[in-house]
């Protein structure tokens, strides 16, 4: 979008097929380290989701975090999807809940538990809570989370 509000670029991510596949867009930052445009999507697509069939059989009507790179011009610089891989947890993005600090990118989140290569967070099924969380994300880095990176393609 322009400084006069129209739309310059316009892009369609995702593939949803059904009525229970939903791509959703939550929040959108801007990287001033990168100049990059930053949208932090709850995905369900498998294109969204490059590891999918690893964990399709566990989570494949979860949703996962991708994040989206672009350039202010429309350039797709690349993405990434964050994933609890086989622990069949959803995760939801709050609204407006990501913004960067020195090239890494902070987001709020909500599931029922969590899980990654360090922590597990199971949930109690006869009193369901949903945990919020907050993650620091490097891009590049594989240290904690299940992540797949996703090409401009």
């Known amino acids: 979008m322009d400084d006069e509000g129209d739309i310059t670029v316009l892009y369609a991510f995702g593939d949803a097929t059904s009525e229970t596949q939903h791509d959703v867009?939550?929040?959108?930052?801007?990287?001033?380290?990168?100049?990059?445009?930053?949208?932090?999507?709850?995905?369900?697509?498998?294109?969204?989701?490059?590891?999918?069939?690893?964990?399709a059989a566990y989570s494949a009507a979860?949703?996962?975090?991708?994040?989206?790179?672009?350039?202010?011009?429309?350039?797709?610089?690349?993405?990434?999807?964050?994933n609890f891989y086989?622990?069949?947890?959803?995760?939801?993005?709050?609204?407006?809940?990501?913004?960067?600090?020195?090239g890494e990118y902070i987001f709020g989140t909500q599931?029922?538990?969590?899980?990654?290569?360090?922590q597990?967070?199971?949930?109690n099924p006869t009193a369901v809570q949903l945990d919020t969380n907050v993650f620091r994300y490097i891009?590049?880095?594989?240290?904690?989370?299940y992540q797949a990176s996703m090409n401009a393609a």
């Open 25 to 55: 867009c939550r929040a959108v930052a801007y990287d001033g380290t990168s100049q990059e445009i930053l949208f932090a999507l709850e995905a369900t697509s498998p294109s969204l989701r490059p590891a999918y069939n690893d964990y």
């Open 62 to 82: 979860n949703t996962d975090v991708t994040i989206i790179r672009m350039k202010s011009g429309g350039k797709l610089v690349g993405a990434y999807n964050i």
């Open 86 to 102: 086989d622990a069949s947890i959803s995760i939801g993005i709050g609204a407006n809940a990501l913004f960067t600090k020195d």
């Open 111 to 118: 599931s029922w538990g969590y899980y990654t290569k360090y």
């Open 120 to 123: 597990n967070k199971t949930y």
């Open 139 to 145: 891009p590049d880095s594989s240290e904690c989370f």
